[in-house]
């Protein structure tokens, strides 16, 4: 698939604002390529520097090196071809208080240099669910539909990518279903998507491909898949028909351990070895007199292998 | 969109700029005209009629292009300071910096808009200026020319007070601080014939006195300098403000980290 956004070597130092604030760097050398097309999501603690990366190819903090180019065009010499493809939903919610929904969503049209269509306004306020109060007062939207503002407004320029910076903080498990969904819908149009997110669940359930970034340094990019299939350790828990008080001596080569109060046997093991061990271990189990009513096996998240990776001292 | 001006957007800020003054056109409208009114009422009718003429003008009349001018600047640097710093404090310029749009389009928008108010108003104060005292136009194209370049500058200052100003205060404290005395001190009320010197030469390096001259000229045909003067030194101070917003937009200073 051909790259739509490439950003190289890309390192920001926020100048110190004495006498409080020291400088700080917020991105290390940063580099990636976004695929035509693909959903990415970008995952990373508190201050990692997701908002900052994003902030930049958008061009509202300037980098103090490195290049992005959006679909063949610089994003500083040639911003306009740049920033004219992006659309922009910002983690935080900025709205003007006292204009009307309608009026706030065309003007974001507008600023982008599109004539005029409010046929394409309407459609994406219908998607947004937000048509019935189009002629409210944006301070009068609770949070969530401000949430949903914020997305219409980046939508009515019709981006060809669109950042979506935290879409789901702050809104409900029906309304974050309805986004994943609109999200899904708007990749099968052709539209680019960038998100970050700290529901891993969401980076799970949406994402083709995952970055995680951490103190500004992104060290790792790839495919969910493959990431699960390359981290992830599996479990296997055999329930046992009777209590066990120790781990038998004869079983201590095993990576086991006991829960459920001794009623279960748990063994973890790297789906990535040649061998799991497991046919091996059922063996020494039955030798070692031990009897199971049940076994089950069991996938590592995202999540865990998550904070895996953050845990990991890093060279 | 790679044409060579973002024409459209140009357009929508300076609508939204608009539909948020006349969203509040009231206050916006009345409290200038309040205050024009109680200056004609104070100066023009109750100490006006113990007052010369000057320059062979009634003094009530003489006020005029002075209260239009103070008026003008006062407008000019809050509304356009305003219309820029408001979005910076509720951060909405978030989407102004991540547009396909240049500085040059930028400052048509907001400061094209706060030039427009500033305009209308004067109108409006001129208008109200006619049920107190006799006013007389004599070169209507230059006072349009005056006005406008007027409105224009310093709603260009005022656009850079907005991006300057990093809290309520400092929106405040440069029109206290500077444009008000620079304007009271510049001939609103009076010519600068009758100052003493060395008051009278120190004058001339007030700017606004240059405005308000040729402005008045453009009434009765009276200044205290030349015509030629006034629309060179207010030309200057256009170019140097859209050198320092030139400037601003090419650091990004304080609109961008
Ligand atoms: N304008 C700024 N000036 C100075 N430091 C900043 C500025 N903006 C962000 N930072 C710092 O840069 C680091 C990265 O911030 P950033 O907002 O990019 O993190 P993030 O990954 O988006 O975090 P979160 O998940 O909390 O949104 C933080 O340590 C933050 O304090
Ligand atoms: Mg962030």
Not at chain 1, 61 to 77: C, E, I
Not at chain 2, 86 to 99: D, M, N, Q, R, W
């Amino acid at each position: 698939m051909p790259t739509i956004l490439s950003v190289a070597n890309l390192s920001k130092t926020y100048a110190p604002r004495p006498p409080r604030q020291a400088a700080f760097e917020a991105l290390k050398n940063v580099n990636l390529d976004i695929q035509r097309g693909e959903i990415f999501a970008l995952l990373g603690p508190n201050g990692a520097g997701k908002t900052t990366l994003i902030s930049i190819v958008c061009g509202i903090v300037t980098a103090s090196s490195g290049k992005v180019t959006v679909d063949g065009f610089d994003n500083v010499t040639q911003y306009r071809e740049a920033r004219s493809r992006i659309g922009l939903v910002p983690q935080e919610l900025h709205t003007d208080a006292f204009e009307s929904v309608w009026k706030t969503i065309s003007f974001s049209r507008g600023l982008w240099g599109l004539p005029p269509n409010p046929a394409h306004i309407e459609k994406v306020m219908r998607d947004l669910s937000l048509w019935d109060k189009k002629d409210n007062r944006v301070m009068t939207l609770s949070g969530g539909m401000k949430r949903r503002l914020m997305i219409a407004k980046a939508l009515a320029h019709e981006p060809n990518i669109l950042f979506l910076d935290e879409p789901t903080a702050g809104v409900d498990v029906e309304l974050r279903k309805d986004m994943w969904n609109l999200v899904r819908g708007l990749r099968a149009s052709g539209v680019t998507i960038i998100l970050t997110t700290h529901y891993i669940q969401e980076a799970e359930e949406m994402a083709d491909r995952v970055g995680i970034i951490t103190k500004g340094e992104l060290i790792l990019v790839e495919q969910k898949a493959a990431l699960m299939e390359k981290l992830g350790s599996k479990q296997l828990a055999l329930h046992l028909a009777s209590k066990l008080d120790a781990i038998p001596a004869s079983l201590s080569a095993y990576k086991l351990s006991l829960a459920a109060g001794g009623t279960d046997l748990v063994y973890e093991y790297d789906t990535k070895g040649e061998r799991t061990g497991i046919t091996a271990l059922l063996q020494d189990v039955a030798a070692a007199g031990i009897r199971f009513k049940d076994v089950e096996t069991k996938e590592s998240s995202l999540e865990e292998i998550f904070v895996g990776l953050l845990r990991e001292p890093r060279p | 969109m790679t044409a060579a001006m973002n024409v459209q957007a140009v357009k929508s800020i300076y609508r939204f700029e608009m539909s948020r003054w006349f969203r509040t056109v009231g206050q916006s409208v009345l409290s200038p005209v309040i205050s024009t009114s109680l200056y004609f009422i104070v100066f023009g009718a109750a100490i006006g009629s113990l007052m010369q003429d000057i320059g062979g003008v009634a003094y009530g009349s003489f006020l005029v292009p002075g209260l239009v001018m103070l008026m003008l600047l006062t407008q000019s640097v809050s509304n356009a300071s305003f219309g820029i710093y408001f979005p910076k404090f509720t951060g909405t310029i978030y989407e102004i910096l991540s547009a396909p749009v240049s500085f040059v389009e930028i400052v048509l928008g907001y400061v094209g808009a706060a030039a427009t108010k500033s305009v209308l108003l004067g109108f409006i104060i001129m208008a109200t200026a006619t049920l107190f005292v006799p006013v007389e136009i004599q070169h209507p194209l230059w006072m349009l020319t005056f006005l406008v370049l007027t409105a224009l500058t310093f709603s260009l200052l005022g656009f850079i007070i907005g991006i300057w100003a990093d809290g309520f205060e400092k929106l405040s404290l440069v029109p206290t601080l500077i444009i008000t005395p620079l304007t009271f001190l510049g001939g609103s009320f009076y010519s600068i014939e009758m100052l003493p010197e060395p008051w009278q030469t120190l004058t001339l390096f007030n700017p606004v006195v240059y405005l308000i001259s040729g402005f008045r000229w453009s009434f009765y045909g009276i200044s205290d300098v030349g015509v030629g003067v006034s629309l060179g030194m207010t030309l200057f101070f256009l170019g140097l403000c859209l050198a320092v917003v030139a400037r601003i937009f090419a650091t990004g200073y304080r609109l961008k980290s």
